[in-house]
């Protein structure tokens, strides 16, 4: 069955740098998401990513961050300049057509020292 | 973003059935109830939707009451496997994202 794919599985790194999380949707969706969980809180909606253009964005999705699908099946979010507060585990989701069921990564967990 | 109430935990013993509850009393006549979970360290998992009739599928049933201020996700027989945090999450078709709340913990005990 296929499945969304997320790396690195985990990433550590100092305040104030620049960090990349990647994302492989299943290869035929055409909407993709970020979300993020804060240990021991609930999952949040970030952005989401249509025809190469962000369609919708929350209250989270500063200018510290971006996303991008640099090639036909990657898909990135970027933090510009990490803060501790960013620690937490990252998500991404896509789905094939508007309407359907999301489908999750394993996420990625990233710690901010 | 619509709002939806849940029980912060529930409890089962193992191959018994598990009916999780969830109140949404603002939902509009458009959105759909989706029910995800999340087990430890993993991202969330699909497990089944609605819009107004009765669901069935290979992991649960859903049931939604008339007025679709409620609805019931039903494990038929829970297992260890079933231990998780689940979601009734409700979308309107004219936006994608879903907005999560603090969800049911069930524990299954053997």
């Known amino acids: 069955e296929p499945e969304v794919t997320q790396t690195p599985s985990h990433q550590v790194t100092q305040m104030g740098q620049e960090v990349i999380l990647r994302c492989v949707p299943i290869?035929?969706?055409?909407?993709f998401y970020w979300y993020r969980q804060i240990l021991g809180q609930k999952v949040e909606f970030l952005v989401s990513f249509y025809n190469n253009e962000i369609s919708e964005k929350s209250e989270i999705f500063d200018d510290q961050f971006s996303v991008e699908r640099p090639d036909g099946s990657n898909f990135t979010l970027k933090i510009r300049s990490t803060k501790l507060e960013d620690s937490a585990m990252y998500f991404c989701?896509?789905?094939?057509?508007?309407?359907?069921?999301?489908?999750f990564g394993p996420g990625t967990r990233l710690l901010v020292l | 973003d619509a709002k939806t109430t849940q029980p912060n935990s529930m409890e089962s013993n193992e191959e018994e059935p598990v009916h999780l509850p969830c109140n949404h009393s603002t939902i509009s006549g458009t959105d759909y109830i989706h029910w995800y979970r999340q087990l430890p360290s993993q991202g969330p998992e699909y497990v089944i939707h609605?819009?107004?009739s009765n669901v069935n599928n290979r992991m649960a049933s859903l049931a939604i009451a008339e007025d679709r201020k409620s609805s019931t996700l039903i494990l038929h027989r829970a297992t260890l496997r079933d231990a998780a945090v689940y979601y009734c999450i409700l979308r309107d078709p004219r936006g994608n994202q879903f907005y999560f709340g603090t969800g049911t913990s069930l524990t299954v005990i053997p």
């Open positions: 609605g819009l107004t």
């Open positions: 290869s035929n969706h055409l909407y």
């Open positions: 989701a896509s789905i094939k057509l508007e309407g359907e069921t999301q489908y």
